[in-house]
């Protein structure tokens, strides 16, 4: 009786365990940057209904190619749900050979390398597929060479069903705004945009927002498009999109917060373990004075696939809550109306000529500087406009090239606004961006009667600084970036203009530059200062993080351009950020240029008079001391670094004077006594 039972025993187990393979034969994949489709009809499934209990199994694939990393490869089931197996990996190796995607593997194909052999986990959730759907039907291999110039073969692959599927990724519930996109079937491409419905969860800060909640912040359609250039060529893609109305037009709606505008993106931190970077950049810039995009961090759902963190970004554009600028229109190419506001930028072109114009001047011997238009549009700048402000901008490089440049009537400084200048330069200086001046370079100018200079800004693009570039030194704490030009100057169009180097020859700018910087360091670039806030982002990003690098296995892998150490959890890639942001802090404090102040100490002596000021630093009174035999005050002046009276005081004559500066910002400022056109001490607000 004992044996039988085990032989039954025995059958039933073979029984549940068999598992039902079903094989494609393959064909050509061609060079086009189109998917080509290979299926596989799947009929007789010991259930009809693939989940948790049966379903999709493994997918293994035979294919020959002479560079991997061009090839994107997904399955697609036949309801339509689309996994990514292996995007851009393998490098320059050849092949996938007997290479098998399954959810029991312990290695991820983005850890793997070429030619890949054996069992990986899936770049995308395998078992997303195994969702209550018939799996009878048609099951397809979607394969697409993203280069030109290549070749590869599909020989063979198989799809294999049974008892031990792959487990679907479960997500309901987040601590961060849910966006949920549904295509309606269709795919989002690089232009143009498709009609989508977007819907947004949110729930108030603290909150938890459950995916089965009603969409309470947003509920509409929107128009989008994949984004980026790089960045296409990761698996977590970027879009761009704007809201719509009932109509399916242009409407402006606040999002999550946000001041109402139509543009928006849904930034992807594929590369950047932290997901922080960009909103740190954009944190400091808007701290310091200038607008940057507003960021809220979301996980993003697009029909029913979860994709991982995203950062609700506004586009930048010109808007009374973005670039506030005055509007140009095709009628204003005379007078004032012609001078502004006008954005443009520095950036490498796209599909081989951008429409914009040449500098007069190389970045490095034998390079161009090429500027482009963004606002008015290309497409919509008349001719007077176009040279109207390639004229501007000529004649703010010719006299910061001239011999005069440092002259306050008819030098660089009649052109621009010295302090974005210098806030921008310490920005990319602290960040170490390798893209800094050259990429992703923002500048605008105003109209004649709103002030008339050149600014430059908004930052953008902050996702491979502060300690994200194994090329070109960005990785090392020493060194400045606007000397890139030096390191990595060969690039035909993407280099640093000269402007940098030629400014630091001016002893005001770096008289002002080491003035701000010091002030900057009291407050928004303390150390505590930018570490806390680091500290405070991760802390909200601590749940949805286990979420996000489950859908995008790449903690302990380097993907471009990260650099040496990789660490393997998320706390090691934030304490790696950490600790080189000190690092550098420590460097630019020894290094940035300039003098600003003619005494570090608390008394000073001028002429026959001898005076103290303190408290030194302060929060709000400075006490003004000087001896019996001295002149006495009547009058004090404070002045900010550069050089614009902010207070001016009238006093009874004394020798001591105290002054209430409570209502300044944190900072540094100049006293003066009795308008006597002597600046006498430096004092620091914190």
């Known amino acids: 009786m004992k044996r039988i039972l ?66 994107t490869i997904q399955i697609v089931a036949p ?161 761009g999109f704007e809201t719509l109305d009932s109509t399916n037009e242009e409407v402006e709606t606040m999002l999550l917060g946000m001041p109402a505008e139509s543009d928006w993106i849904l930034y992807a931190p594929y590369n950047d373990k932290t997901c922080i970077r960009n909103v740190l950049a954009y944190d400091i810039a808007n701290k310091t004075g200038h607008y940057a995009s507003r960021t809220q961090f979301c996980e993003l759902v697009i029909n029913n696939d979860y994709k991982g963190i995203y950062v609700l970004l506004e586009k930048i554009k010109r808007d009374s809550n973005r670039v506030d600028i005055s509007k140009l229109v095709p009628a204003d190419t005379t007078g004032d109306d012609l001078t502004g506001g006008y954005i443009i930028k520095i950036d490498k072109p796209i599909g081989g000529s951008t429409p914009g114009w040449y500098s007069n001047y190389a970045g490095y011997p034998g390079t161009l500087i090429r500027f482009q238009y963004e606002y008015p549009d290309y497409t919509e700048i008349m001719p007077q406009q176009k040279v109207y402000i390639e004229s501007y901008v000529d004649s703010f490089e010719n006299a910061l090239q001239a011999s005069w440049f440092t002259s306050p009537d008819s030098g660089y400084k009649k052109f621009i606004d010295v302090e974005s200048f210098i806030d921008y330069f310490i920005l990319n200086e602290t960040s170490k961006n390798v893209d800094a001046y050259r990429n992703s370079t923002f500048l605008y100018k105003k109209k004649i009667t709103k002030g008339g200079k050149l600014y430059i800004g908004p930052a953008w693009d902050y996702n491979i600084g502060f300690w994200n570039a194994d090329y070109c030194l960005g990785y090392t704490t020493s060194g400045w970036q606007y000397q890139y030009n030096n390191v990595c100057g060969t690039a035909g169009e993407n280099n640093v203009p000269f402007w940098w180097t030629r400014m630091l020859q001016d002893p005001y700018y770096k008289d002002a530059l080491r003035c701000r910087w010091e002030e900057l360091r009291l407050s928004v670039l303390h150390t505590d200062t930018l570490l806390n806030k680091i500290d405070e982002w991760a802390l909200e990003l601590d749940e949805a993080k286990n979420r996000h690098f489950t859908k995008w296995p790449i903690l302990g892998t380097a993907v471009w351009a ?54 030194n630093p302060t929060t709000n009174k400075v006490t003004i001391r000087l001896t019996e035999t001295a002149e006495k005050i009547t009058e004090v002046n404070v002045f900010n670094i550069y050089g614009q009276e902010v207070k001016a005081f009238k006093i009874a004559p004394t020798h001591t004077a105290e002054i209430d500066i409570s209502d300044l910002s944190q900072g540094v400022y100049f006293i003066w006594l009795n308008d006597n056109n002597q600046l006498i001490f430096k004092i620091v607000k914190y």
């Open 6 to 71: 085990l032989v039954l025993s025995f059958v039933v187990v073979s029984l549940i365990s068999k598992a039902q393979t079903f094989s494609g034969t393959g064909g050509a994949i061609p060079d086009n940057n189109n998917y080509v489709y290979f299926p596989i009809t799947v009929s007789g499934l010991s259930s009809t209904v693939i989940d948790s209990s049966f379903g999709l199994q493994s997918v293994c694939i035979n294919l020959l190619h002479n560079n991997d990393y061009h090839l």
């Open 79 to 239: 309801d339509g749900t689309t996994i990514d197996l292996s995007m851009n990996n393998g490098g320059t190796g050849n092949n996938y050979t007997n290479t098998c995607f399954t959810a029991n593997a312990t290695t991820s194909i983005t850890a793997g390398s070429a030619p890949f052999s054996g069992n990986y986990i899936a770049q995308g959730i395998l078992g997303n597929v195994n969702n209550g759907q018939n799996g009878n039907g048609t099951w397809q291999l979607k394969i697409r060479d993203q280069n030109f110039g290549t070749s590869g073969t599909l020989l063979a692959w198989n799809v294999t069903f049974g008892n031990n599927p792959a487990l679907p990724f479960v997500f309901g519930s987040s601590n961060l705004p849910i966006v949920v996109l549904n295509t309606n079937g269709q795919t989002i491409v690089d232009d143009p945009k498709i009609i989508a419905h977007m819907g947004i969860i949110y729930n108030g800060p603290g909150a938890i927002n459950y995916l089965s909640d009603p969409f309470n912040n947003y509920d509409g359609n929107i128009g989008i498009e994949i984004r980026g250039s790089w960045s296409q060529t990761f698996p977590q893609k970027q879009y």
């Open 562 to 615: 990260n650099p040496q150490p990789v660490a393997s959890t998320y706390a090691g890639e934030v304490t790696n950020m950490k600790n080189w942001i000190q690092q550098r802090l420590t460097w630019l404090d020894s290094n940035i240029p300039g003098v600003c102040t003619l005494s570090g100490e608390n008394e000073l002596t001028n002429a026959s008079n001898s005076f103290t000021i303190f408290p």
